[in-house]
């Protein structure tokens, strides 16, 4: 599940990136993920859209077996 989850994020980092920031996956257990904003990302007051509504969103539609996806 892990490798499947980390393809999910390198769709995802090029958009992260073209504004400044990205995503660190740091563990994946019993269907939860976590990652680690970086960059502009970290501190923006968008962080918790892009986690839930753009990064959580398109790994539970790639990844089924994610239930959560958790910022650290």
Do not use: F
Not at 15 to 26: F, S
Not at 50 to 65: D, F
């Amino acid at each position: 599940m892990r490798e499947r989850v980390e393809e999910v994020l390198a769709q995802i980092r090029p958009h992260l990136e073209a504004d400044g920031g990205g995503v660190e996956l740091v563990d994946v257990s019993e269907g939860i993920v976590t990652v680690r904003l970086l960059g502009e990302c970290s501190g923006c007051p968008m962080r918790q859209m892009t986690l839930t509504g753009g990064i959580e969103r398109l790994l539970k539609e790639q990844v089924p077996e994610v239930k959560e996806v958790v910022a650290v």
